[in-house]
């Protein structure tokens, strides 16, 4: 048995952009949450999420010292800020879409 859960209730996620990489930061609310995401939320799983939108390798990075990760999705941005025709270059509206990836968890 698993219990599906969606990262809007375990986390909060900001968004930025680096040229045409989408940054996402993603804040456990607490330490359960960061446990259970460390082992969850992986690279694989946000790529999937994103789909064909990535358009390389997605990283995850655990940041040292603080409950958060960032990833790195290449690509999302259609260009970047300056040469993007979408109409959200910086990706702001991105950490919602990752709001909704919902992560099957094995019950124990």
């Keep these: ?3 599906r ?8 996620v900001r968004a930025g952009d680096k040229g045409d990489t989408l940054m ?11 446990a259970l995401l460390t082992t969850h939320l992986t690279s694989a799983v ?7 939108r990535a358009t390389g ?5 655990v940041l040292p010292g603080l409950p958060a990760f960032v990833f790195q999705v290449p690509g999302v941005l259609g260009g970047g800020v300056t ?4 109409l959200d270059g910086h990706g702001k509206t991105l950490s919602y879409h990752l ?8 019950d124990d």
Aim: proline share 7%; charged share 25%.
């Design 46 to 52: 946000v790529a999937a999420h994103f789909g064909p």
């Design 83 to 86: 040469g993007s025709a979408l």
């Design 99 to 106: 709001l909704t990836l919902v992560l099957d968890v094995p």
């Design 5 to 12: 859960l969606r990262l809007d209730d375990l986390a909060d």
């Design 1 to 3: 048995m698993s219990t």
């Design 24 to 34: 996402l930061a993603v804040f456990p609310r607490d330490d359960e949450a960061f």
């Design 57 to 61: 390798e997605v990283r995850r990075h």
